[in-house]
């Protein structure tokens, strides 16, 4: 039987204008609520926020040093300004998940990008997302707020994530709590599928190498 994978999850967090202060809290509370479910569940976490422009509020390394993941996440300081999505989706695709920020080269990478609206740079898109694929990144997108109603936003929640099945829309940031469990599902279901298929594969070369081989990544 194959251990289970360690997973290193980066939100990306929209911090534009359009959010108030008290919305940008909720989603604040909502990182929380998730990192804590995935306690001691083999889960690192990172977060950076995007606006104009994308900055890391903290990696992996400040994760795994910090004893009070409240106080790290209270301490974010909302940007404003644009929403600049694609960007950001290519910044964290290149600069995060590396050894140097903390992230494990075992580890199942996993982005979760939560945003209220239209990207100031939606023709950008579908390149951010193919760098994220050649990292191997697995994409979750939360839409927040009546613009996802739009077709056009909609689409652009599919593009984010790696399939659409990994879309969540909710009406409002007091909605977040309740994606919780869905969300943790999703990712523990990734998780096994990934053991699935790498367990697979070595027990097809211990068909044909020997049963010496047989092990699990």
Known sequence: ECPPKNIDIVFLIDGSGSISSGDFSKMKTFMIQIIKNFHQ???NFAVVQFSSYTEVEFNFNT????SNIEILINNIVQKQQFTYTAKAIQFVANNMF??????RPDAIPVLI???DG???DPNDLPKATSEADKHGIVRYAIGVGDAFVNLNARNQLNIIASNSSFVFAVD??????GLQN???EKIFAIEGEINLSVCLSVYNLNLTLGPALYFCL
């Open 41 to 43: 569940k083999r889960a």
């Open 113 to 115: 990008t939560i945003t």
């Open 98 to 103: 590396l050894s140097s920020s903390g992230a």
């Open 118 to 120: 239209l990207a100031t």
């Open 172 to 177: 409002n940031f007091d909605a977040l709590s």
């Open 63 to 66: 994760y795994l040093a910090t």
């Open 182 to 184: 869905q969300l943790a």
